[in-house]
């Protein structure tokens, strides 16, 4: 099997990059950000404080979370609900955050995402894909921009939606969840050694999907 790692920031447009780079190879699109997101929206709706490490991983034997693919798209299932749209709200990003420092939960979260990679050709993003989940991924690859730039597509994408949430609180959940992701003691985010960096903040999203597609293409040819 083909296992693409894409790793890098909150913003950096890994999603819809990586997404739309799949289709075009064929290979499915495995968002994994969208499990810690399901695990920090359960500790949400049991009103456990989600920087509370050892009321986090208690939850854990309480909660079912799976994949499933309709058509090419991923929906993500927390014990047989699906809850793809209630993952994706601001307070959703910040739990999932919290919870993703849990070690029990990235252990727990660790199967799920392997064994999707074991049976299929996959474009897999996420914070740690490269270095921990699949270190043996033919192509990895970190993908950043900066944070005025992913703090903007991150506030256009909300205002679409309708949310209020100011630029500068936008800007400053950015910060505080790139602190916080790069900061934990288990798998921070940080580049892989042997991965190749994409920096999208002056490429738009055609050039930063053919630029993904061309690494993924040379490196497969090798
Ligand atoms: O990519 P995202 O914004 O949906 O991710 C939500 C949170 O989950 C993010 O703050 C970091 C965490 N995460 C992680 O720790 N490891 C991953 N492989 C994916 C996401």
Redesign the pocket.
């Known amino acids: 099997m083909i296992n693409v790692a894409i790793?890098g920031p909150?913003g950096a447009g890994?999603?819809t990059i990586a997404r739309t780079a799949a289709k075009a190879l064929g290979y499915i699109y495995v968002?994994?950000?969208?499990?810690?997101?399901a695990v920090?929206v359960y500790a949400l709706r049991r009103g456990v404080d989600t920087k509370n490490a050892d009321a986090v991983a208690q939850t854990l034997s309480d909660i079912c979370v799976e994949l499933k693919f309709i058509g090419d798209i991923q929906h993500v299932f927390l014990n047989g609900k699906d809850v793809s749209e209630e993952i994706r709200t601001p307070a959703a990003?910040m739990a999932?955050?919290d919870v993703?420092a849990v070690p029990g939960v990235?252990q727990f979260l660790f199967d799920l995402?392997r064994n999707i990679a074991k049976l299929n050709d996959c474009i897999m993003?996420?914070?740690?894909?490269g270095t921990v989940?699949l270190p043996e991924a033919q192509v990895k690859i970190f993908l950043t921009a900066s944070p005025e730039a992913r703090a903007m597509r991150r506030y256009k994408e909300l205002q679409e939606k309708g949310a209020q949430d100011t630029f500068k609180d936008v800007l400053a959940d950015l910060k505080q969840?790139d602190y916080?992701?790069s900061h934990r003691a288990v798998?921070p985010?940080k580049p892989a050694a042997d991965s190749i960096l994409v920096d999208t903040t002056a490429l738009t999203l055609q050039e930063s999907v053919e630029k993904v597609i061309s690494v993924v293409q040379s490196k497969i040819t090798d």
């Open positions: 790793d909150a890994k999603s968002d994994t950000g969208a499990l810690y997101r920090g990003s999932a955050s993703s990235r995402q993003d996420g914070r740690d894909i989940v969840r916080n992701d798998a985010l």
